[in-house]
């Protein structure tokens, strides 16, 4: 439903245990396998065309830690894109990028600190990447809800910087919660949003 995409899922199995069996239906409850070419990702609801059902949505955390990364080898870029895409959609961290910069060097956000070094392992051992991490010091994430003018003219508070999650958003990441107010005392018009999951 997030896709709208019309698939056809092949071999779809139901599991008891260690028993699988491909089947034909399923119903509500039934727990099944499916195959993802690559475009499932969490909080996905398959239905058929006649029955348009979702779920709502499932909520994101902001994060209180964060680290700009970029891969060691420049020529594993593929790899870092994919492997930090994958991790991003499973939920364990959230990726976002500098305006009007590619993806060659991400900002990590996370909860926890202990994610840092679970994304690392990941990436080293299911991508064959090694990685560049440095600690950043913003501790809030605000999405820009509203701006008056372009975000790129933006007055920004020391410490404080424009970046932009995988839906294409703007958000302003900044350390103490003092800059929340010099924000929006320095640039009307401009409305924060605490949810991520606006």
């Not at 089947?23 to 058929?48: C, K, L, N, Q, R």
């Not at 994101?60 to 593929?78: G, I, L, Q």
């Not at 939920?91 to 996370?110: C, N």
């Not at 995988?166 to 800059?179: C, D, H, V």
Request: proline letters at 4%; a negative charge.
């Amino acid at each position: 439903m997030q896709s709208g995409k019309k698939i056809r899922l092949r071999q779809p199995q139901q599991l008891m245990a260690a028993e699988r069996e491909i089947i034909d239906e399923a119903y509500a409850g039934d727990i099944i396998g499916v195959f993802d070419p690559g475009i499932f990702s969490i909080g996905d609801t398959i239905t058929i065309a006649e029955k348009k059902f979702k779920f709502s949505g499932i909520p994101t955390f902001e994060p209180e830690h964060f680290m700009r990364v970029s891969p060691r080898d420049t020529m594993k870029r593929k790899q870092f894109i994919k492997g930090t895409e994958q991790i991003a959609q499973e939920g364990a961290i959230q990726i976002f990028k500098i305006p009007d910069l590619g993806l060659e060097e991400v900002i990590i956000g996370v909860v926890g600190t202990l994610q840092f070094d679970v994304f690392e392992y990941r990436m080293r051992s299911e991508y064959g990447v090694e990685l560049y991490m440095t600690a950043m010091p913003y501790e809030h994430l605000r999405l820009i809800s509203e701006c008056a003018g372009d975000v790129r003219d933006l007055t920004l508070c020391t410490g404080a910087k424009l970046l932009e999650d995988f839906k294409g958003r703007n958000l302003i990441a900044f350390g103490g919660e003092w800059s929340v107010g010099f924000l929006l005392k320095h640039n009307p018009g401009l409305v924060l949003s605490d949810s991520l999951s606006v």
